[in-house]
């Protein structure tokens, strides 16, 4: 069995974190009845014996005494992350995993990457160095970070490069919250740019999320509970709602919702690494069958049925409806159309009371309506997890390497071009020791790289689907 930590950095990484590890907890706990520390818990949480001080030792059998969460918590303000440790969670984070400041990063990619990662990068060395002991086989570190602000896109890609120094062979996958073109910090096309160059040469993969799709997918779920006509009711303790019974507090507070649906693309990402199944899919598959080159690690993900995020009492869709929707524009956590785009590969994770038939049914069937590239016309990669999500009966995250990324892309040149020519906000970054204009140049150099690669492929679009050559062998 493999183990995963988690990082999460500044504000955005932190609640979206807070969210994974309470649903996490909440889904170990309703196939672990027996109270028992097994190989699945293990992936993501170590057994304490606190008797003996707080570092007591690693209990690896028998009962669960305490456990703790293979997490770093990092955030330059105090407020998310002493919030957390004042919540119901606080028990499962050990205080020497976290790292906090007082004053923020003032949503300066320079402050966090440049001023705080200098100041910082021994301590993060060590915590992770800590973190890492405590593993006896570590696959995989998931970053959890916004693009927009100063912290979570400096600071959360300098501890990325980081990774890669000290641990090369691990994985690093990354989820990165991209801003939406409404969004009130001014810099952060700046920021999310120069975070991309970091994203581009030292992440695995990348699962970028927008905002706006969030935002619309939980007034989605909130219209299809109001609407009476699934007869849905919310349970107590929603996980699209948080702790609250009331749909109404999706309007008042969203973000928990929206967090909550990142949250659950992790959990169902690493459901085949925890749980038994018929087809299991370990993280290293996804980077090796979904990345045919380096640069091209940005994966889309979609979640259905929606209503699992909603956690109603809903009668369940046809199960070949569930496929159909993961390949729609409206249940992708990124504004795109994969399906009028390239596919260059896609992964079906299923979850629940699925077969090995159905699978493949649902993927002939689709087959016909997807462009994929010429040279990968069989690129599907499937897993098949035994356990479904808490009080449902099935799942599936589709994660497809497609060319629909690029809108994303363009719009965040366009928004950093916009400042850039004039200059405007630049004095505050060009004053932090390390910083330099050819940063904005290079940076924006290497979106544009990115950018041209997708059009490339976008080019061999509708061309001739050839089978490759095979290798003849004279006998």
């Known amino acids: 069995m493999t183990q995963s930590v988690v990082v999460q950095v500044g504000q955005c990484g932190n609640q979206v974190g807070c969210r994974f590890w309470d649903l996490a907890l909440r889904e170990h706990a309703a196939v672990n009845k027996k109270g028992i520390y097994d190989e699945a818990l293990s992936s993501f949480f170590r057994n304490i014996d606190t008797r003996s001080g707080d570092d007591g030792p690693d209990i690896y059998k028998g009962k669960i005494c305490s456990l703790k969460a293979r997490a770093l918590l990092i955030d330059m303000e ?182 909550n649906i990142v949250a659950n693309l992790l959990l169902n990402l690493t459901s085949s690494a925890r749980f038994e199944g ?25 979640l259905t049925p929606l209503y699992t995020l909603a956690d109603v009492n809903v009668p369940s869709r046809r199960l070949d409806q569930m496929f159909s929707d993961a390949f729609s524009r409206d249940h992708q956590l990124i504004q795109a159309d994969p399906k009028h785009s390239l596919y260059l590969a896609c992964a079906l994770l299923v979850r629940g009371n699925v077969q090995v038939s159905d699978l493949r049914r649902n993927i002939e069937r689709l087959k016909p309506s997807l462009h994929f590239v010429s040279w990968n016309q069989e690129g599907w990669k499937t897993g098949l997890c035994s356990v479904p999500p808490v009080g449902h009966s099935h799942s599936l995250l589709a994660l497809a390497n497609n060319t629909c990324v690029k809108p994303t892309f363009i719009e965040l040149k366009d928004r950093f071009m916009k400042l850039y020519k004039k200059k405007a906000h630049l004095h505050h970054y060009l004053h932090i020791d390390g910083m330099e204009q050819s940063c904005f140049s290079e940076a924006i150099s290497s979106l544009s790289d990115l950018i041209e690669e997708y059009n490339e492929l976008d080019a061999t679009k509708g061309g001739p689907r050839t089978d490759p050559s095979r290798l003849k062998i004279a006998v």
């Open 78 to 259: 105090e407020g998310v992350v002493n919030e957390i440790l004042q919540g119901p969670l606080r028990d499962v984070f050990d205080s020497k995993q976290l790292i906090t400041d007082v004053s923020g990063s003032g949503n300066n990619w320079a402050v966090g990457h440049k001023l705080y990662g200098c100041q910082y990068r021994e301590n993060i060395v060590e915590k992770l160095r800590k973190t890492a002991e405590h593993c006896d086989c570590l696959q995989c570190f998931f970053i959890i970070h916004s693009m927009g602000g100063g912290t979570g896109s400096g600071l959360g890609t300098f501890v990325l490069n980081l990774l890669e120094d000290e641990f090369p062979e691990v994985y690093r996958f990354v989820t990165a919250v991209y801003p939406s073109g409404e969004d009130d910090v001014i810099t952060s096309p700046y920021n999310s740019v120069l975070a991309m160059k970091e994203l581009n040469e030292h992440a695995d993969c990348v699962l970028p999320i927008e905002n706006e799709s969030l935002f619309d997918i939980v007034n989605k779920i909130h219209q299809m509970i109001n609407s009476g006509k699934l007869g849905s009711i919310v349970k107590q303790n929603s996980l699209v709602t948080s702790s609250a019974s009331s749909a109404k507090t999706v309007q008042e507070k969203p973000f928990d919702a929206m967090n």
């Open 278 to 302: 018929s087809l299991n899919m370990d993280l290293n598959e996804i980077s090796m069958n979904l990345v045919p080159f380096p640069r091209l690690h940005y994966l889309v993900s979609s």
